[in-house]
């Protein structure tokens, strides 16, 4: 099964930008993976951010993008604000079943 | 909106079976317009994927778990189910059910131990 890699964490300073990225064992980082993006606060369910690479829901703060970068999936954070600061997970599929991420814990400081 | 909620027992004995059910609302668990996954997490491992269910019935499990993990639907009831047998303290983690592109449920704790 593929590992998925991400920061562990990141730090951004307020009003600041910041990507987190996503990589897979088994190669670049497609499409075909439907990356997702999802931030988790304390004591909160995760909440989908980001899905498909780069879709947003209604819900989720325009500041928040999502991309394809190097061969990685990629969560771009800009104007960095203090609710921002929580943990965020990154999901890939591989023929029909997911694999998480270790997760970024997002400091805003 | 699209809401779910797990259900189950909080307490399974080592080599029992595991068993959790997902109540929808606000969707129906048939419907192609959702996936729906079983996710657990625990402090060690993090977030792990369980199993995926598609429209039409089509079901992907985690590999490290497919000898043991069932997931099905009940349309008639709009709710989706989890077993997991032969459980060991491994498997102690709060439990989701989630349509991944739109919402998790709340989730819930279940510990195995005697």
């Known amino acids: 099964q593929a590992v998925v890699t991400q920061e562990p964490s990141l730090t951004v300073s307020p009003g600041g930008t910041i990507t987190l990225t996503c990589g897979s064992s088994?190669?670049?980082?497609?499409?075909?993976?439907?990356p997702y993006w999802f931030q988790e606060k304390p004591g909160q369910v995760p909440r989908t951010l980001i899905f498909?690479?780069?879709n947003k829901h209604s819900w989720t703060p325009a500041r928040f993008s999502g991309s394809l970068l190097g061969g990685k999936a990629a969560l771009t954070l800009s104007g960095a604000q203090p609710e921002d600061e929580a943990d965020y997970y990154c999901?890939?599929?591989?023929?029909?079943?997911?694999?998480f991420g270790g997760g970024t814990k997002l400091t805003v400081l | 909106q699209l809401q779910l909620q797990e259900s189950g027992p909080g307490l399974v004995k080592p080599s029992e079976t595991l068993s959790l059910t997902c109540s929808v609302s606000?969707?129906?668990?048939?419907?192609?317009?959702?996936?729906w996954g079983w996710i657990r997490q625990t402090p060690g491992k993090g977030l792990e994927w369980i199993a995926t269910?598609?429209?039409?019935?089509?079901?992907h499990y985690n590999p490290s778990l497919k000898s043991r993990v069932t997931i099905s639907a009940d349309t008639s009831k709009n709710q989706l189910s989890l077993k997991l047998n032969s459980v060991t303290a491994a498997d102690t983690a709060v439990y989701y059910c989630?349509?991944?592109?739109?919402?998790w449920g709340q989730g819930t704790l279940v510990t195995v131990s005697s």
């Open positions: 999901l890939l599929f591989y023929d029909g079943v997911g694999v």
């Open positions: 989630a349509a991944p592109r739109y919402q």
């Open positions: 269910m598609y429209c039409g019935g089509n079901i």
């Open positions: 606000g969707g129906s668990v048939s419907s192609c317009a959702y996936f």
């Open positions: 088994s190669g670049a980082v497609t499409s075909g993976h439907w």
């Open positions: 498909d690479a780069t």
